[in-house]
Structure formats: structure tokens, C-alpha cells
């Protein structure tokens, strides 16, 4: 079967930095993406990793190791609007996306 | 920018009732469009990948019957509750892909949501 494993909630202080961590088992992998999700809002595109090696957009920053099938989401300079849920999402043999479990990131002043 | 509506955005229907959403791609041609359903507190569940002009494909244990999906042209697809049951109620979401794109890069544009309550 398929299965993404994302831990279920991380808390962190203003101005820290956070780490989520994605592991993957799927049938086919062309890519590991992040999205970020307000409560009720829609699933917003973070990153996309196709090739090993760490991606950086901003504060925000992602990783890839295809051998380890693992990612990780990387968080800088916390703020209080980061309070959300991080899904990752591989794009296996075609173009459909599997979401991870999600985690809920929740930032305290 | 990409940007996907839905409509409606909320819903509330009666037990056996059907209920149409709406999702269109407002500034692209989207070849493919795809049908999540979410739980509170839950991931997104993929139901279903929609191709402009064929039948959709649905994920394994969602049925056709039920959730009858139409991708009448490249902006637009709908996506019927039939028979509306109250464990149908949940954040239905629609996204989509652009047509074209080739690379190391791949995004699914999402809509905002539909919030179905079924009573």
C-alpha cells in the first residue's frame, strides 16, 4: 500500500525554527511537495522537490533523500500567522498527489 | 497567479437529496482536475482525478454512483452527491493542474472548499 507518515503536531515559540519530517512508501515517486492549510481555507503550494537536495523559498525550506524515501520541511523565523496544518504530498506515477497525515504546527508568542 | 473557485462555498441539504459542486479554473485551461473530500482534523482524501472529455477515474472505494463527477470543458468540472446520507458531510475540495507544464517543477491549484452538511 501507500502510506506517508508526518508526526500529528509540533509546538514552537516565535522566531524558532521548526522541522517536519515526511517518510514515504509508495508504488511510484516523482516528487515530494508541501502544502500549508488554514483551518477551513484550502491547501496552499509550499514546495516541490523532484531531485535530492534541499529547495529554499524564503523562510521556508525543503528537503528531499530519495534513497531514505524522506523529506522534511524546514521553518525559519517562526511567526504567529505560520499556525497551520503542513501536509507533504508525493506525486507518484502520475500526476495525482497522496497527502501525508498532516501536522498541526502550533506557534506561541 | 493560478486561481481555482468553487461554488457553492458552503451547503447545507436534506438526507436523500442531491447536492452539484462546482469547481473552475478562473485564468487556465486545466487539463485535469481533481476531487478531495476532508474530515475535521483529517488529510485530504482523494476521490477522484476528472479529464476534460472522458470519464473520470475514482479512487478505490469511492463509488461512481454516488459521487458522479463531469468535466464538460478545460474550466470547469462538477462533482453530484447523490442520495445525500449525513456521513456524506465533509469539506469537499477541488484542484487542478495546468496544461503544458513540463520540468522539476509540479503544483495542484486548489479551491477554496465546499462545506457539505447533510441533515
Known amino acids: 500500500g501507500q502510506s506517508l507518515e508526518q508526526p500529528s503536531e509540533v509546538t514552537a515559540v516565535e522566531g524558532a525554527i521548526v522541522q517536519i519530517n515526511c517518510t514515504y512508501q509508495t508504488s511510484g515517486f516523482y516528487g515530494l511537495s508541501w502544502y500549508q492549510q488554514h483551518d477551513g481555507g484550502a491547501p496552499t503550494f509550499l514546495s516541490y522537490?523532484?531531485?535530492?537536495g534541499l529547495e529554499e523559498t524564503g523562510r521556508f525550506s525543503s528537503f528531499l533523500s530519495r534513497s531514505d524515501s524522506y523529506g522534511y520541511l524546514l521553518l525559519q523565523e517562526l511567526q504567529m500567522k505560520d499556525s497551520a496544518s503542513y501536509f507533504c504530498?508525493?506525486?507518484?506515477?502520475?500526476?495525482?498527489?497522496?497527502f501525508g497525515t498532516g501536522t498541526r504546527l502550533q506557534v506561541f508568542p | 497567479g493560478a486561481v481555482v473557485s468553487q461554488h457553492p462555498s458552503w451547503v447545507i441539504c436534506k438526507s436523500g437529496t442531491s447536492v452539484k459542486i462546482e469547481c473552475r479554473s478562473l485564468d487556465f485551461q486545466a487539463t485535469t482536475m481533481f476531487w478531495y473530500r476532508q474530515f475535521p482534523k483529517q488529510s485530504l482524501m482523494l476521490m477522484a482525478t476528472s479529464n476534460e472529455g472522458s470519464k473520470a477515474t475514482y479512487e478505490q472505494g469511492v463509488e461512481k454512483d454516488k459521487f458522479l463527477i463531469n468535466h464538460a470543458s478545460l474550466t470547469l468540472s462538477t462533482l453530484t452527491v447523490t442520495s445525500a446520507h449525513p456521513e456524506d458531510s465533509s469539506f469537499y475540495i477541488c484542484?487542478?493542474?495546468?496544461?503544458?507544464?513540463?520540468?522539476?517543477?509540479?503544483?495542484?491549484?486548489f479551491g477554496p472548499g465546499t462545506r457539505l452538511t447533510v441533515t
Open positions: 484542484s487542478a493542474i495546468r496544461g503544458g507544464l513540463a520540468g522539476s517543477t509540479y503544483e495542484q491549484y
Open positions: 504530498a508525493v506525486r507518484g506515477n502520475t500526476d495525482k498527489l497522496i
Open positions: 522537490n523532484a531531485l535530492d
